[in-house]
């Protein structure tokens, strides 16, 4: 396993930008967003290997993205055109199979989340 810690969640208007962190103590084969609003199922938001393969939802297409510094030890959310729907908290995942995919269940480490709040 390794250790995430997430950061750069804060509150925004809609139509703003946020841009999230997350600091890995190693580097993964597949990280990934998540996040979950209150009431409703966890959602993954975007991944991406570490050769550069990434996938993103429905919902965030085009408005978000994903990417790693060249160590690979940090992997960031940029997030743009942000909506009310947007808001939730995002976590940081990864794991070293080859299984990449949006499902939670495939990822073993987890961070402790960081909070987007977009008012509308």
């Known amino acids: 396993q390794v250790q995430l810690v997430e950061s750069g969640g804060g509150s925004v208007q809609a139509g703003g930008s946020l841009r999230l962190s997350c600091a890995a103590s190693?580097?993964?084969?597949?990280m990934a967003w998540f996040r979950q609003a209150p009431g409703k199922e966890r959602e993954g938001v975007a991944y991406?290997?570490?050769?550069?393969?990434?996938r993103y939802s429905d919902s965030v297409k085009g408005r978000f993205f994903i990417s790693k510094d060249n160590a690979g030890n940090t992997l960031y959310l940029q997030m743009n055109s942000l909506k009310p729907e947007d808001s939730a908290m995002y976590y940081c995942?990864?794991?070293?199979?080859?299984?990449?995919?949006?499902?939670?269940?495939?990822?073993?480490?987890w961070g402790q989340g960081t909070q987007v709040t977009v008012s509308s």
């Open positions: 995942a990864a794991q070293s199979g080859s299984a990449c995919s949006l499902n939670g269940a495939v990822f073993v480490s």
């Open positions: 190693g580097d993964m084969y597949c």
């Open positions: 991406i290997t570490t050769y550069g393969t990434s």
